[in-house]
C-alpha cells in the first residue's frame, strides 16, 4: 500500500500547474498517531498543525507546492516509524523559527519548553546556510551532534527532514545545489541514519543521492539488475522454498524470502573490489525470520548440515551486536544448484531493529508512550547514542573544519572489531583499528602516553591491526608525546583527533611556508609580481591579525590563494583569474612541497613522484630518502618498490598531502581494463571516462585474444577517490570484464 509520503512524492514530480498538491490533512496526521498511541495529545497536535500552516502561509517550495507540505510529510514520515506527540510536533514545527518570524519564546509558550527545545535543535542547523561549503558543513555537524547527543528525537526529525527533501530534490534547479545536497547526504545524514540503526532511511537516503550525483551509473546498474531478475526470479523462489522446507522438516517455525541489493550498494562493492558486475556473488540474499534468539541457533545449524558452508564467511551479530544494535547470525552457504547464498538469520524484534534501527523501541510503558531505554538495552545491550558521543569526544579536541568532517565520517562508516583490557572490559572498535585506536578508546589519558603496547602477552608494534579476541594491553610514559607518523597507525577519529592536536603547533610553521608558497605561486600565474604587491588588503578582508596568520589560513586551506588574488586585484582579467585558478598538475621538483608535508622535511632535499606507483592524492603515501642523494621520492603506500627498503627504518619519512593537492590539483594515474571485444565498446569505455570526469591522456591496446582485448588508459583525475568511481563506472558497463589500477 503506498504510504501518504508516496502519494506526495509522486504529486511533486508533475508540474504544479497540472496536479492538486498532495499532503497529509489533519484529520489523516492525527488518525495515524492514535494508531499506535490512543492516548496521544489530539489537541496539541491539532494546535501544531494549524499553526505550521498559517506561519507558513503564502510560502511555497521549489516545486511550487504550499511550503506547509513540507513539515507535514516530515511529521508523516515518522508516524510511519511510530513516534511519540512531542517528536510529530516537533516535524510539524522544525522550519517556523527559520523561516517565519516565530521565536523561540513564542515555541516554549505555546507548545512548551520540551517542544521549543527539540525545534531549537533542528533549527540551529539552517541557520549556516551561506557560508562557505566546508565550513558550513562542519558547523552544521558540530551543533548537530551536540544537540542528538542529547535527545536522539533532534536527530529522527531531522533524518525525515532530509528524506523529504531529497524525494523532492529534482526541483531544486541548479545542478550544482542538487549535487551539493546530495553528497552531503551521503557523508553526513545517510552514515548517522546507519549509525543509529535506521536501515530503511539510511537506503533510501543513499539511493536518492546516488541518482543525482551518478544518474549513468546507477541507470546501468539498474538495467543489470533487471536483467538479473528475468534470470534469477524463479530461482530465488526455488532456494526459499528449499529453506524452508529443511527448516520445516526440523520443527523450526520461519519465513524465508529472498532479497536483492540495493544499486547503491553494488556501486560501493564495485568501488571496494576490482571485479566486474558478472562476478559479484551476492546480488541476492536471504533472510530466514524465526520465532526466538534460540531459534536462530537452530536454524544455523541446519542451514550448515544441509549445505557446505563458505569458509570465513560467518559472523554472530547476536552474542555481540553491533554499535547500532543491529543483531543477526550472517553465514554464506554453497546452497542448491551450486548457488553461494548469503543468510541472516533473525527473530522478528531483531528484524525491527534492523530496519528501524533506534525507532524500534519506541513503544508503552507504565501508561505512557515513549522511547523504552530498557527495551532497547534488552534488546542490544548497547546505548544507541554512543557512537554520537564519541564524535563529540573528537569535537572537544578541537580542529578546523576538514578534520571534523573527515574525523566523523570515519566514526560514522567503519565496521567494528571486539577486542579486550587485561581485565576482561570490551572494547568494540572501528575494523582495522590499531593499538592507539584502543588507547583512546579506553581514556584519552591512555591514548596520549602510550608509547608501546602488548597484544596477548606479547609486544607488538603500533601499526598491528587488532582482531577480534585480542587482549590488548598499553605500555604508558610518564608524559604525553605523538609523533608525526602516528596519524597512519590510527583510523578512528577519535584517536585521529586527538593527535593532531598534539602536533598542531608544530604544524603552524609549515602551514605558514605552504601557505606563503602558494600564494606567491597564484600571484604569479596571474601575471602579476609578488615584490610589487601589499597584503593589507586582504588581511583587512579575511581579519588576520599578522601575515604569517593570513598564510596559515592559505596553508591550512582555510581560505583559498584565489580569494587572496581577488582581494588583491579585483580588476584582473577573466584569463588571468582562470590561470591563476586552474588545478596544477602534481609534479616533483620545486613546486612539490605545495603538495606533500610531514616527515622532518629539510629545505634543499628534492622531491619526486615515484613512477612505480603514480601516487595521487587520496592515497596514503610515505617518502623514501635515496640513499644516493637522489632526494625524497613518494611513494604511494602499496607500492611494491617499498619491499626494497623494508630493513632501513633510516630511509623512511612519513608523509601527507596538503589541502592544496586535495583540492586544486590533477594527477594522472592508470587503469587497466578487460573488454569484451566488440563493436563500439572501445569509444563506450571512453564516453563513461569522460562523463565520470575524467580526461583520457593515453590509451594502449594489447593481449588482443579471441574474444577480449586489454586496455591501459592513463587518465588525469582529481584525487584516489576520483579514481575509484571512474573504475566503479567502468565495471558497472556490460562488456567490461575487470578494471585494475595499475602501478607503473
Known sequence: MATAA????????????????????????????????????????????????????????????????????????????????????????????????????????????????????????????????????????????????????????????????????EFIPRQEKRERIARETLDIYAPLARSIGCHRICTELEELAFTHLNKVARDAIVRRLEVLRAEQSSTVAVVSGEISAKLEAAG?????????????????????????????????????????EEACYQALGVIHRAWPMVPERFKDFISTPKRNNYRSLHTTVVGPKGM???????????????????????????????????????????????????????????????????????????????????????????????????????????????????????????????????????????KAVAHPEWQSLSITGRARSAIRRHMRQTEKDE????????????????????????????????????????????????????????????????????????????????????????????????LHFGTCCNPVPGDRIVGILEPDGGGLTVHAIDCQKLAEYEDRDDLWRDLQWTPEAERNTISQAKLKATIRDAPGVLGQTCTIIGQAGGNIVGMRMHHRQADFFDVDFDIEVRDARHLTNIAAALRACPPVETVERARG
Open 6 to 169: 508516496d502519494a506526495i512524492s509522486a504529486a511533486e514530480s508533475k508540474p504544479a500547474a497540472k496536479a492538486r498538491p498532495k499532503f497529509l490533512r489533519q484529520y489523516e496526521l492525527i488518525d495515524k498517531v492514535k494508531s499506535y498511541d490512543p492516548t496521544a495529545d489530539e489537541d496539541l497536535l491539532n494546535r501544531a498543525y494549524v499553526y505550521a500552516m498559517r506561519m507558513h502561509g503564502s510560502q511555497t517550495r521549489a516545486s511550487g507546492d504550499p511550503y506547509f507540505a513540507h513539515p507535514i510529510e516530515v511529521a508523516g514520515i515518522l508516524t510511519d516509524y511510530r513516534l511519540d506527540t512531542a517528536t510529530i510536533v516537533t516535524a510539524l514545527l522544525h522550519d517556523v523559527i527559520e523561516d517565519t518570524p516565530v521565536t523561540r519564546a513564542d515555541i516554549d509558550q505555546l507548545f512548551g519548553p520540551l517542544i521549543g527545545e527539540l525545534v531549537e535543535g533542528v533549527t540551529k542547523l539552517s541557520r549556516l546556510e551561506l557560508q562557505a561549503e566546508h565550513t558550513r558543513q562542519a558547523e552544521n555537524l558540530r551543533k548537530f551532534i551536540l544537540a542528538i547527543s542529547r535527545d536522539v528525537r533532534v536527530l529522527m526529525v531531522k533524518l525525515a527532514d532530509r528524506l523529504h527533501n531529497m524525494r523532492t530534490l
Open 252 to 292: 523450526i517455525k520461519s519465513r524465508v524470502f529472498g532479497r536483492e541489493k540495493h544499486p547503491y550498494s553494488i556501486w560501493r562493492k564495485l568501488q571496494r573490489k576490482s571485479i566486474g558486475f558478472s562476478q559479484l556473488s551476492d546480488i541476492y540474499a536471504f533472510r530466514v525470520i524465526v520465532e526466538s
Open 340 to 478: 553461494k547464498i548469503e543468510m541472516q538469520i533473525r527473530t522478528e524484534a531483531m528484524n525491527r531493529v534492523a530496519e528501524d534501527g533506534v525507532a524500534a523501541h519506541w513503544r508503552y510503558k507504565d501508561e505512557s508512550y515513549g522511547f523504552d531505554a530498557e527495551a532497547q538495552q534488552a534488546a542490544g545491550g548497547r546505548d544507541p547514542l554512543v557512537n554520537l558521543r564519541h564524535l563529540v569526544q573528537v569535537l572537544e579536541h578541537g580542529g578546523d573544519a576538514e578534520d571534523l568532517v573527515e574525523h566523523a565520517k570515519l566514526e560514522m562508516f567503519l565496521d567494528q572489531v571486539f577486542v579486550f583490557t587485561p581485565k576482561g572490559q570490551l572494547i568494540s572498535l572501528p575494523r582495522g583499528a590499531m593499538p592507539l585506536d584502543f588507547a583512546y578508546a579506553v581514556h584519552s589519558d591512555v591514548g596520549d602516553t602510550a608509547v608501546g603496547v602488548k597484544i596477548n602477552g606479547e609486544l607488538r608494534p603500533l601499526r598491528t591491526p587488532l582482531t577480534n579476541g585480542d587482549v590488548v594491553e598499553v605500555i604508558r610514559g610518564a
Open 511 to 606: 602551514f605558514i611556508r605552504l601557505g606563503r608558497a602558494s600564494i606567491d605561486q597564484t600571484i604569479e600565474r596571474a601575471g602579476k609580481t609578488r615584490a610589487e604587491v601589499s597584503l593589507r588588503p586582504a588581511l583587512e578582508r579575511f581579519t588576520a591579525p599578522t601575515e604569517e596568520e593570513l598564510y596559515e589560513a592559505v596553508g591550512r586551506g582555510r581560505i583559498s590563494p584565489a580569494q587572496v588574488l581577488e582581494v588583491l586585484f579585483p580588476g584582473l582579467k577573466e584569463t588571468e583569474k582562470a590561470a591563476a585558478a586552474a588545478r596544477r598538475k602534481i609534479e616533483g621538483g620545486k613546486g612539490a612541497r605545495l603538495f606533500v608535508r610531514g616527515g622532518g622535511l629539510t629545505p634543499g632535499v628534492s
